[in-house]
Structure formats: structure tokens, C-alpha cells
């Protein structure tokens, strides 16, 4: 049984604060994550926009947002101005890279590409991959090989430049198991590693599900051989870090193998998969999900 961690850093709080504290973490128990750094402007504060979604409130009041994210975070890019994050201290990013952790990229602008995706032209997209792209390679050396799309978001013109960058994997969707996309009838050729736990964000504070449940909640749900637990910096890298430690030691005591994204890559088949929009419980507004087309 597989389990990868898949680590998306969405703000300035979640990289400056949060994710030092799950360095420390993964550290200390001895295994590597898959990072997804969102390296430009947090302009959280735009998120508001989606406040008319729905599930959007009931969200934000189940995870107590101005806690959990900080009230600046709230404002930025709105009432404050967006302060770029990786910029801020490069030094966590290069810790990230020295202690063997899978790295890619996020965003440029995360709230940007969640929130406006569908109206991008492939140029628009990958003129804001490659700028992440660029200081990725300025603070490593190397190029990102790896994608994960903020809020689950995607389009043809997405997977199409996903496909001309020459990636990896990308890790776009949610779903149960690896596959090669195929979407609105076209078939992509970056292989798709989805997210096949719910998030803490989408079950934290549901009927039943609390700190202390929520670890055998995720236990429960392990399936197979390939399972992927996307977590946020912002969440279980500070509030939530004694919740998240809590249930990598008892996937620990069951015998889960700790693996990152790129470890799947390299050794799971890729059969065809259908991406399909839909909703999850928990999540506001729509977001990919796979839909297995096996013979």
C-alpha cells in the first residue's frame, strides 16, 4: 500500500510559516513529499470572488478561515498589496530541494489560474508556468518537472501545454488510481496522478469528522496500491500539524509505504482516463475528476 504525500503551498503564510514546520515534519519520520510551490503574488484576498459558489461560506466557517490562513492573508492582493512568496526567503524553497523532497510548480499566481483558467489561451497558461518555471531553475539549477493545478482546475488549453513542456507528471485531478488523460474527446500524453483522499479542508468539521476522527477517516480510505493525500500548508502545516503527524503514524503502524509523486511515475501503468467536471463534497465550485475508460 502506497502513500504519497502531496504538499500545495497556496500563500505567503502557508510557505513562511507552514511549510518549514512539515520540513521538519517529513524529516523527523523519515520520508519525502511532493511539493508544489506556488512561487508569485499571494492574492488570496481575491478568492472573495468565489463567494458565490456554492459550499464557498459553509467552507470557510467549517475551517475557520481567518484563523486558519491569517487576516492579511484574507486581504492580500485586495485591501494590501500581493507580496511575492517564494521570493520572500528563496532559503525554504532551497531547504525543501536539499532535503530530497519531489518539487514542482503550483502556480505563478495561484487565485489567477483557479479562478480564470477557462478564459486562457494555452499562451496565456504557459507564459505563467514559465515564469514560475524561471525562478525555479534560478534558485535550483534545473527545470520543474512536475505540475499540480491549483484547485483541481483544468482545461484543453492546460493539458496541451502540460504536454509541450515535456513534464514528467502532473498531478490535476482527483480520482483513484494513475492514468493518461483524455478530455473533451482529446487524449494528453503527461501522465495524471490524482489526489484520491479528500482534503481536511472538505471534511474538517463535517458530522462526526473532528481532530480526533479525521486521522481514521484518511485510514479508512486508503485503497490499493497507489493513494495520494493532498494536504496545505496552510491547514496542516500549522493549526492541524499534531492532527497530520497523528496519521502518518498510525498509515505507519498499517504498514503504508511512504512514496512521493515522481515514485509513482516512474513505476505505475497508465491506462486511459476520462476527465470529467464535477463537485465533491466539501468543495465549492466544480473541479476535475477522473472517470476510468478501461477496456
Not at 502531496?6 to 519525502?32: C, H, I
Not at 500549522?238 to 515514485?263: N, P
Request: net charge neutral; hydrophobic share 40%.
Amino acid at each position: 500500500m502506497n502513500l504519497a504525500v502531496k504538499v500545495d503551498v497556496d500563500t505567503l503564510r502557508g510557505y513562511r510559516e507552514g511549510l518549514p514546520n512539515l520540513l521538519g515534519l517529513f524529516s523527523a519520520q523519515g520520508f519525502a513529499a511532493s511539493i508544489f510551490f506556488s512561487f508569485g503574488p499571494d492574492n488570496s484576498g481575491k478568492a472573495i470572488r468565489r463567494v458565490f459558489r456554492r459550499g464557498f461560506v459553509s467552507k470557510m466557517v467549517r475551517t475557520r478561515a481567518p484563523s486558519t490562513y491569517g487576516f492579511k492573508t484574507l486581504f492580500y492582493g485586495t485591501l494590501l498589496p500581493a507580496p511575492l512568496i517564494v521570493p520572500s526567503n528563496p532559503r525554504i524553497f532551497e531547504r525543501a530541494l536539499k532535503d530530497g523532497h519531489d518539487c514542482g510548480v503550483h502556480a505563478w499566481d495561484h487565485v489567477l489560474v483557479q479562478d480564470k483558467l477557462d478564459g486562457m489561451s494555452g499562451g496565456e497558461f504557459r507564459s505563467l508556468f514559465e515564469r514560475a518555471a524561471e525562478l525555479f531553475f534560478k534558485i535550483s539549477g534545473e527545470r520543474p518537472r512536475s505540475y499540480a493545478a491549483p484547485g483541481w482546475q483544468v482545461s484543453a488549453a492546460s493539458l496541451a501545454a502540460t504536454d509541450d513542456l515535456g513534464l514528467k507528471y502532473a498531478s490535476d485531478a482527483r480520482g483513484s488510481c494513475p492514468f493518461l488523460p483524455v478530455y473533451r474527446g482529446a487524449s494528453f500524453s503527461t501522465p495524471q496522478i490524482p489526489t484520491t483522499l479528500p482534503t481536511m479542508d472538505e471534511v474538517l468539521g463535517l458530522r462526526g469528522v473532528d481532530d480526533e476522527t479525521l486521522p481514521g477517516l484518511w485510514l479508512d480510505g486508503l485503497s490499493g496500491e497507489w493513494n495520494v493525500l493532498t494536504v496545505h500548508a496552510e491547514m496542516e502545516g500549522l493549526s492541524k500539524l499534531g492532527v497530520f503527524e497523528k496519521f502518518i503514524e498510525k498509515a505507519k503502524s498499517e504498514g503504508a509505504k511512504f512514496v512521493t509523486l515522481s515514485e509513482i511515475a516512474d513505476l505505475a501503468p497508465f491506462a486511459p482516463g476520462e476527465i470529467v467536471q464535477g463537485t465533491l463534497p466539501g468543495r465549492a465550485g466544480t473541479l476535475a475528476l477522473q472517470k476510468c475508460i478501461y477496456n
